[in-house]
Protein backbone atom coordinates (compact mmCIF):
# COMPACT_ATOMS: atom_id res chain seq x y z
CA UNK A 1 0.00 0.00 0.00
CA UNK A 2 1.07 3.55 -0.89
CA UNK A 3 1.12 6.28 1.66
CA UNK A 4 2.41 9.77 2.15
CA UNK A 5 3.89 10.20 5.60
CA UNK A 6 4.81 13.95 7.32
CA UNK A 7 6.32 15.14 9.55
CA UNK A 8 8.30 18.28 11.18
CA UNK A 9 5.12 19.90 12.45
CA UNK A 10 5.00 21.47 16.03
CA UNK A 11 4.15 24.70 17.78
CA UNK A 12 6.49 27.69 16.70
CA UNK A 13 6.12 31.23 17.98
CA UNK A 14 4.77 33.93 15.81
CA UNK A 15 7.44 35.04 13.59
CA UNK A 16 9.68 31.61 13.52
CA UNK A 17 9.91 29.01 11.29
CA UNK A 18 9.29 25.19 10.25
CA UNK A 19 10.03 22.74 7.80
CA UNK A 20 7.63 20.03 6.65
CA UNK A 21 8.48 16.92 5.21
CA UNK A 22 6.82 14.56 3.54
CA UNK A 23 7.78 11.18 1.66
CA UNK A 24 6.16 8.24 -0.33
CA UNK A 25 5.63 4.76 1.93
CA UNK A 26 5.66 1.74 -0.47
CA UNK A 27 6.23 1.26 -3.87
CA UNK A 28 6.24 3.91 -6.49
CA UNK A 29 7.30 4.06 -9.76
CA UNK A 30 7.00 8.01 -9.86
CA UNK A 31 5.24 11.20 -8.53
CA UNK A 32 3.91 14.07 -10.42
CA UNK A 33 2.78 17.06 -8.89
CA UNK A 34 3.25 17.19 -4.93
CA UNK A 35 2.04 19.76 -2.80
CA UNK A 36 0.79 20.82 1.24
CA UNK A 37 -2.80 21.80 1.87
CA UNK A 38 -3.79 22.93 5.42
CA UNK A 39 -7.19 23.03 7.13
CA UNK A 40 -7.35 25.55 10.11
CA UNK A 41 -9.72 24.51 13.01
CA UNK A 42 -13.45 25.17 11.90
CA UNK A 43 -12.37 25.54 8.01
CA UNK A 44 -11.90 23.73 4.78
CA UNK A 45 -8.92 22.33 3.56
CA UNK A 46 -7.05 24.79 1.53
CA UNK A 47 -4.10 24.69 -1.14
CA UNK A 48 -0.75 26.00 0.05
CA UNK A 49 1.47 25.46 -2.60
CA UNK A 50 1.93 23.12 -5.10
CA UNK A 51 5.03 21.64 -7.36
CA UNK A 52 5.75 19.78 -10.52
CA UNK A 53 7.98 16.99 -11.03
CA UNK A 54 9.71 19.45 -13.22
CA UNK A 55 9.83 21.98 -9.81
CA UNK A 56 6.96 24.62 -11.68
CA UNK A 57 5.52 25.97 -7.90
CA UNK A 58 2.24 27.65 -7.01
CA UNK A 59 1.34 29.24 -3.79
CA UNK A 60 -1.50 30.20 -2.38
CA UNK A 61 -1.30 34.71 -1.82
CA UNK A 62 -1.02 33.98 1.82
CA UNK A 63 1.99 32.43 1.76
CA UNK A 64 3.48 33.93 -1.15
CA UNK A 65 7.30 35.25 0.03
CA UNK A 66 7.11 33.47 3.16
CA UNK A 67 6.72 29.72 2.51
CA UNK A 68 9.04 27.70 -0.18
CA UNK A 69 7.96 24.07 -1.82
CA UNK A 70 10.77 22.26 -2.80
CA UNK A 71 11.14 18.07 -3.93
CA UNK A 72 13.61 15.65 -4.17
CA UNK A 73 12.36 13.29 -6.93
CA UNK A 74 15.25 10.81 -6.43
CA UNK A 75 13.71 10.35 -2.91
CA UNK A 76 10.12 10.86 -3.85
CA UNK A 77 9.72 13.63 -1.10
CA UNK A 78 8.53 17.04 -0.59
CA UNK A 79 9.34 19.87 1.78
CA UNK A 80 8.18 22.94 2.75
CA UNK A 81 10.16 25.67 4.63
CA UNK A 82 7.80 28.27 6.51
CA UNK A 83 8.94 31.21 7.41
CA UNK A 84 8.09 34.09 9.32
CA UNK A 85 5.01 32.29 10.61
CA UNK A 86 1.53 33.62 11.68
CA UNK A 87 -1.23 33.15 14.32
CA UNK A 88 -3.26 32.31 10.81
CA UNK A 89 -0.41 29.58 9.50
CA UNK A 90 -2.16 27.09 12.06
CA UNK A 91 -3.51 24.17 11.20
CA UNK A 92 -3.29 21.20 10.03
CA UNK A 93 -1.05 20.49 7.21
CA UNK A 94 -1.83 17.69 4.40
CA UNK A 95 0.91 16.39 2.12
CA UNK A 96 -0.52 15.55 -1.07
CA UNK A 97 0.39 14.39 -4.63
CA UNK A 98 -0.53 12.22 -7.39
CA UNK A 99 1.78 9.09 -8.00
CA UNK A 100 2.12 6.03 -10.27
CA UNK A 101 2.76 2.65 -9.41
CA UNK A 102 5.25 0.44 -10.94
CA UNK A 103 2.19 -2.37 -11.88
CA UNK A 104 -0.02 0.65 -13.25
CA UNK A 105 3.14 1.66 -15.89
CA UNK A 106 0.85 -0.11 -18.51
CA UNK A 107 -2.23 1.66 -17.84
CA UNK A 108 -1.25 4.87 -16.93
CA UNK A 109 -3.45 4.99 -13.83
CA UNK A 110 -2.80 7.56 -11.32
CA UNK A 111 -3.22 7.32 -7.72
CA UNK A 112 -4.23 10.53 -5.94
CA UNK A 113 -2.28 10.29 -2.37
CA UNK A 114 -2.71 12.28 1.26
CA UNK A 115 -1.36 12.04 4.07
CA UNK A 116 -2.68 11.82 7.50
CA UNK A 117 -1.31 15.48 8.56
CA UNK A 118 1.18 16.89 10.76
CA UNK A 119 -0.29 19.96 13.16
CA UNK A 120 1.34 22.76 13.07
CA UNK A 121 0.19 25.17 16.12
CA UNK A 122 1.46 29.22 15.93
CA UNK A 123 -0.04 31.01 19.38
CA UNK A 124 -1.18 34.28 19.48
Known amino acids: QVQLVESGGGLVQPGGSLRLSCAVSGSIFSMYAMGWYRQAPGKQRDLVATITHSDNTNYADSVKGRFTISRNNTKNSVYLQMNTLKTEDTGVYFC??????????????????WGPGTLVTVPT
Open 96 to 113: WGEGLRAVEVCTGRILEL
